[in-house]
């Protein structure tokens, strides 16, 4: 049927989805694992399928997300790319207007929709990297030059980070920072223009942590110490490792845990990779990683053999997303970085989480289909690479 439409799925593409697939497969299970005992027994619940119902909604909705970017051309988001940007924008403005956009916990990061939470920074991280991907691609000579390459790229990329530090969300904001710097210098931005903006922005950020977020030096002080202080500020992360620790090579087994028994806070988002670790034990943690170093493995193939320099640009951008984000979170949850509200993709709770990043995996699929059916002329899109990154073959405004 595929043939009759005209419609083919690249090998690199079925790869990706199957292992994104796989990744919310296990997360789905682990949600239940870890919040069926809580909410089962919460009054404000009453129901252990609470938080599994409420992901699956948003994992139909990623999964429908995917499609439909999969099977938009994605030169389309090129062509669009202000728009997007702007939409995305006006959303992080929206957490601001009350009544409409919630504070937890200190933070205005989420708009209520209905019975839902929604997090626009989560948009933000697909918005800015079309935006900034269609703007090197357009004229890749002017990346090289300051004031019409590296001045508006990095004054939206600025734009974009400030809105989401002031919700405050620091982490967020570095993490989509580190990647957009990441993409540009692929995109031929000069290390003499970049180096005193990195250093200069730096500082900023760091002073503002400093005088406006005091959680954010707490949490340092917790990463370097956190047994002074186990039954407070050091009890979260010295409970992932108990639970990382006690799974042992196989586990005590799927749904027999300890940790999410509120011992372990937040064990259903940022910190469900310990509830895993605890139940399927060192293989299984081992497992996980081993899927996303292969997704970025092949998310990475699509960048080489993709037919222009928009498509290679955005497809390094989502890979490095996803790759990243798991990176870091294992690494907060096993205390080689401070504290830091950083998810599991695809596997942790959150549902802009997963819809966006099935969004951007959609993304991936669509350019790696584009390059299967492309022109080639050594028939070997990994050959063609040294014609994807020079001015000749970059993309039509």
């Known amino acids: 049927m595929s043939r009759n439409l005209g419609y083919r799925m690249s090998r690199n593409a079925v790869i990706v989805i199957a292992l994104s697939l796989m990744l919310v497969a296990v997360g789905v299970v682990m949600l239940y694992s870890a919040t069926a005992v809580m909410a089962e027994k919460s009054p404000k619940y009453n129901d252990s399928t609470w938080f599994l119902k409420r992901q699956l909604v948003w994992v139909l909705?990623?999964?429908?997300?995917?499609?439909?970017?999969?099977?938009?051309?994605?030169?389309?988001?090129?062509?669009?790319?202000a728009p997007v940007l702007i939409g995305s924008l006006l959303l992080l403005a929206l957490v601001f207007v009350p009544h409409v956009g919630v504070s937890l916990n200190a933070a205005r990061r989420w708009i209520r929709v209905g019975g839902f939470f929604f997090q626009p920074s989560e948009a933000?991280?697909?918005?800015?990297?079309?935006?900034?991907?269609?703007?090197?691609?357009?004229?890749?000579?002017?990346?090289?030059?300051?004031?019409?390459g590296f001045v508006p790229a990095f004054a939206t990329l600025g734009l974009c980070c400030a809105m989401i530090i002031v919700e405050p969300d620091i982490g967020t904001s570095v993490f989509i920072a580190v990647v957009m710097t990441c993409m540009l210098v692929v995109a031929g931005v000069r290390a003499a223009h970049l180096l005193p903006c990195i250093v200069v922005a730096g500082c900023l950020a760091s002073y503002y942590a400093v005088t406006h977020t005091e959680h954010v030096m707490a949490r340092i002080q917790?990463?370097?110490?956190?047994?002074?202080?186990?039954?407070?500020?050091?009890h979260q992360i010295l409970q992932s490792l108990i639970a990382l620790g006690s799974g042992g090579w196989a586990g005590e087994g799927l749904g027999r845990g300890i940790a999410k028994l509120y011992f372990l806070p937040e064990a259903h988002s940022d910190f469900i990779l310990p509830v895993i670790g605890e139940e399927l034990g060192f293989a299984g943690t081992v497992s996980m990683v081993l899927m996303y170093m292969t997704l970025?493995?092949?998310?990475?193939?699509?960048?080489?053999?993709?037919?222009?320099?928009?498509?290679?640009?955005?497809?390094?951008?989502?890979?490095?997303?996803?790759?990243?984000?798991?990176?870091?979170?294992?690494?907060?949850?096993?205390?080689?970085?401070?504290?830091?509200?950083?998810?599991?993709?695809?596997?942790?709770?959150?549902?802009?989480?997963?819809?966006?990043?099935l969004a951007g995996v959609g993304m991936l699929v669509s350019i790696a289909n584009a390059s299967e059916r492309g022109t080639c002329p050594e028939g070997d899109g990994a050959s063609c690479l040294p014609a994807v990154v020079p001015a000749a073959t970059s993309s039509p405004a």
């Open 61 to 81: 909705l990623g999964i429908a997300a995917m499609i439909v970017t999969a099977r938009v051309p994605y030169t389309f988001w090129e062509r669009w790319r």
């Open 124 to 148: 933000a991280k697909i918005a800015i990297a079309v935006f900034l991907a269609g703007f090197a691609a357009k004229d890749p000579e002017r990346m090289k030059k300051f004031l019409k």
């Open 222 to 234: 917790t990463y370097r110490h956190p047994e002074a202080d186990p039954l407070g500020k050091g």
């Open 296 to 357: 970025g493995f092949f998310g990475y193939r699509i960048m080489l053999r993709a037919k222009d320099r928009f498509g290679f640009l955005l497809a390094f951008s989502l890979t490095t997303y996803i790759i990243l984000q798991a990176a870091m979170n294992v690494a907060v949850v096993t205390a080689a970085i401070p504290t830091k509200g950083i998810p599991l993709p695809f596997v942790s709770a959150g549902g802009s989480s997963v819809l966006f990043t």
